[in-house]
């Protein structure tokens, strides 16, 4: 695409699109690059196929299928199967089809979400372990995943894990066990912000219709959970635990672990965007105003990718930051970017106030990470626990010191799936705080891209 583009949207999820639409109702030139081959990100995963529909209420649905819709007709440009690989503060690189391209804009909104928190255990790597997300993306696409009539145990602490749980009782996959490796002194924290809740009581209503229907199923829910383990020889059999100072373990054919979502901070590392650290959810997450600008000025993060508020929030703030946009690039003036985001963000607000007891419910506990030597961390260069310890015990202090001494977080993956579990381990080392021993240099390209692809459009011929 030649042409400069006002604004570039990175993900079509319900961020990406609400902030797509806004832009283009203020008269910007829009352009939206996805991974995905449909619009909808991980929300709305295929809402217009009738299996991914059977999972959304009502509201949710209707939602869903309005905003892709209405995103479909905009008159953004579209960009599907696209892999961002690199960018600067005004260009966007990427692979699509094989052939690596580039897209230049004045301003460029990253709308990509957050991800589960990775979290290290004993036999993670085992076939018929999953993520709630993964587990997710299997029953929109395929209806059931696992062994028919095989046991699934759910294990973690996340609201996701509730919505996962009522779809898995939907297709009526046994559910063995439910495993809580929740923060109690942390939910009990909750409790003085509960009475916000009501200011959102649709949600709040969702919420505990889905619990009291996991326990009028007879799912066998488990406290104080520790030590989780993943046995079995070719793939998952058993799951192991420890509550109340004694061994358990339960027969299953699927572990599904979930320890919260987290904001990707890939790009906004790369490109030296600040971050900040939030000492009760434990992530860092982009630095920006109320609109969702960075310390870049041309560079916004919206949805998840600023911080995690679920996808209602990220509706708002990507309406929120393409108004901005138009707002800095004088499409609109201040009195009418005012005026078009007010409902947005007194609803954005609220909607802050209502769920904020979320974030000391669900807050992750730091003994999630406390994992046997042998425990393997970076799966892409076969680290474990003990190397980490070991660099650590040497003298190497900071988590970037011990990445170059051991390879941790040197895959391809470039520490998404250890960086956190890394940071956790040595600061356990040092009695610290995972803020206190530094987060993972990230150096671009932040996705796998050939060399013949980057040389196409980096090397002049």
């Known amino acids: 695409m030649n042409r400069n583009m006002d604004l570039i949207v990175i993900g079509a999820g319900p961020a990406g699109m609400s902030c797509a639409l806004a832009a283009r109702r203020c008269g910007l030139d829009v352009a939206v690059v996805d991974e995905q081959p449909v619009p909808g990100g991980q929300l709305f995963r295929n809402i217009t196929s009738r299996l991914a529909q059977t999972f959304h209420d009502d509201r949710e649905l209707k939602t869903g299928c309005d905003l892709v819709r209405d995103f479909e007709q905009c008159g953004a440009v579209h960009i599907p199967g696209a892999v961002v690989w690199g960018m600067d503060t005004h260009n966007v690189f990427y692979s699509q089809d094989g052939e690596s391209r580039k897209i230049t804009g004045s301003f460029i909104a990253v709308a990509c979400g957050g991800m589960e928190r990775p979290v290290p255990f004993p036999g993670w790597t085992l076939p018929g372990v999953l993520s709630a997300g993964g587990a997710d993306i299997l029953l929109k ?169 679920g996808g209602d929030a990220s509706l708002l703030k990507g309406e929120l930051a393409g108004i901005e946009v138009a707002r800095k690039l004088k499409v609109i003036d201040a009195g009418e970017a005012a005026y078009r985001a007010r409902s947005a963000r007194n609803a954005l607000r609220k909607l802050k106030i209502a769920r904020a007891y979320l974030l000391h419910s669900f807050a992750p506990s730091a003994q999630i990470f406390d994992v046997p030597d042998d425990t393997m961390i970076c799966r892409c260069e076969c680290v474990t626990a003990k190397d980490i310890r070991q660099a650590v015990q040497a003298g190497f202090l900071d988590v970037n010191e011990v990445k170059r001494v051991t390879r941790c977080g040197m895959g391809q993956c470039q520490g998404r799936m250890c960086g956190q579990a890394l940071a956790e381990l040595v600061a356990q080392a040092q009695a610290l705080g995972p803020d206190a021993v530094g987060m993972l240099h990230i150096r671009q390209p932040f996705r796998p891209v050939t060399l013949e692809q980057y040389c196409k459009l980096h090397v002049p011929r």
Request: hydrophobic share 40%; glycine share 12%; net charge positive.
């Open 141 to 309: 696409s395929g209806g059931t995943f696992g062994q028919d009539g095989e046991p699934v145990v759910l294990a973690g602490n996340g609201p996701l894990l509730l919505s996962l749980a009522c779809h898995l009782l939907e297709k009526k996959v046994p559910i063995a066990g439910w495993l809580d490796t929740g923060n109690w002194t942390q939910r009990l924290l909750s409790a003085a912000l509960m009475p916000a809740a009501v200011l959102d009581m649709p949600y709040l209503a969702r919420g505990i219709g889905m619990f009291w229907r996991i326990v009028r199923s007879g799912v066998r829910i488990v406290s104080g959970v520790r030590n989780i383990q993943a046995l079995g020889s070719e793939r998952v059999e058993k799951v192991r635990w420890s509550s109340g100072g004694t061994d358990h373990e339960l027969t299953a054919g699927t572990l599904i672990r979930h320890e919260g979502i987290i904001p990707r901070t890939h790009i906004a590392n790369s490109l030296g965007a600040k971050l900040c650290w939030d000492k009760v959810q434990r992530y860092w997450y982009p630095a920006c105003n109320e609109n969702g600008q960075s310390s870049i000025p041309s560079l916004f993060f919206t949805g998840d990718s600023s911080y995690v508020h």
